[in-house]
């Protein structure tokens, strides 16, 4: 009689399909839930507003402001002279443009006035706060 059994053992096998179902599945959910914005890198939290409306199709002149009050225009950091200069830029005569401030919650009164305040002495008068 044999000291041992010579029987082969089934090989152990890690059936990898049910795996990759359920990543398809995961990648599919998270695509579907996942919110898209507009390319913003700013680490920016809007207030929350319940009577925001939607902005009109015209021109839109986006100035950023963050948490600690830096200014940005179109993702580049700007000085507030910079900004009023932008500005100045964007008020050509006839031009319909809309002053879009995009303030985290928690950014001083005081800098998203500035902004209002140098956008209306350029006779900007469409400004708007972007909300959640």
Request: hydrophobic letters at 45%.
């Amino acid at each position: 009689m044999p000291l041992y059994n010579r029987r082969r053992r089934p090989s152990a096998t890690i059936n990898i399909v049910p795996l990759i179902d359920v990543l398809v599945v995961l990648i599919f959910f998270f695509l579907m839930v996942m919110r898209f914005q507009d390319a913003q890198s700013l680490d920016i939290t809007p207030p929350k507003m319940d009577s925001a409306g939607q902005a009109d199709s015209a021109q839109r002149f986006v100035v950023a402001i963050d948490k600690t009050g830096k200014y940005f225009i179109n993702d580049a950091p700007a000085t507030p002279a910079q900004l009023t200069a932008a500005l100045q830029a964007a008020a050509l005569p006839g031009a319909k443009v809309n002053v879009l401030i995009y303030a985290d919650q928690d950014t001083p009164l005081k800098d998203v006035t500035f902004v209002m305040d140098e956008s209306r002495k350029l006779k900007l008068d469409q400004v708007r706060l972007q909300t959640r």
